[in-house]
C-alpha cells in the first residue's frame, strides 16, 4: 500500500509539472501573464485536491482486490 507521504510526494510534482502547462496556455492564449497565473492557481488547488482525493480512493479500492 503507498504511504500518505507518498501520495503527496506524487501530487505536488505531477501539480508543478500540470501547473506549468496550465500557466503557459493560459498565458499565450491571452496574452496576459496575469491570466495565466490566475488560472493555474484556480486549477491547481481544484485539482490538487481531486489528484490527492482520486489516489487515496484507488489504494482503498486495490486494498481488496490483492
Same mark, same amino acid.
Given at each position: 500500500? $503507498? ?5 503527496? $510526494?506524487?501530487?505536488? @510534482? ?6 506549468? @502547462? ?6 499565450? $492564449? ?14 491547481? $488547488? ?21
Amino acid at each position: 500500500m $503507498v504511504s500518505y507521504k507518498n501520495t503527496i $510526494v506524487k501530487t505536488v @510534482i505531477w501539480r508543478i509539472i500540470a501547473t506549468s @502547462i496550465t500557466i503557459f496556455t493560459g498565458w499565450y $492564449v491571452s496574452g496576459d501573464w496575469r491570466f495565466g497565473l490566475t488560472v493555474g492557481g484556480i486549477d491547481t $488547488v481544484l485539482k490538487t485536491i481531486g489528484y490527492f482525493s482520486y489516489e487515496r480512493i484507488w489504494q482503498k479500492h486495490n486494498k481488496f482486490e490483492q
